[in-house]
């Protein structure tokens, strides 16, 4: 079995910085592909960021500059960096990983629970 935890949302005031982290655990072969998404009240969920297992990092346009992407192979984790929050950042965070749980095995992706980011102005 595999568990995604995130954590790190809250409120912030327009231009603050927040730090979001997840950890995988469990029955993990590989980690590969990770990512950041979000989805905003009334809004389909959106993609934020990628995270590839060679370290290559791709953003949303609407991040790019603000946000930054981290990972930490050793401790299954990865991480975004919020600064320079504006209101329309306002949403849930969802972070996810594609994960092999078997050397044989294929990639499944897994998803976090959701962590809420408020911006007020």
């Known amino acids: 079995q595999v568990q995604v935890v995130e954590s790190g949302g809250g409120l912030v005031q327009a231009g603050g910085s927040l730090r979001l982290s997840c950890a995988a655990s469990?029955?993990?072969?590989?980690?590969?592909?990770m990512y950041w998404y979000r989805q905003a009240p009334g809004k389909q969920r959106e993609w934020v960021v990628t995270?590839?297992?060679?370290?290559?990092?791709n953003y949303a346009d609407s991040v790019k500059g603000r946000f930054t992407g981290s990972r930490d192979n050793a401790k299954n984790s990865w991480y975004l960096q919020m600064n320079g929050l504006k209101p329309e950042d306002t949403a849930v965070y969802y972070c996810a990983a594609n994960i092999q749980r078997e050397r044989r095995g294929i990639q499944t992706r897994y998803w976090g629970q959701g962590t809420q980011v408020t911006v007020s102005s």
């Open positions: 995270i590839t297992s060679d370290g290559s990092i």
């Open positions: 469990g029955s993990i072969f590989s980690l590969n592909v």
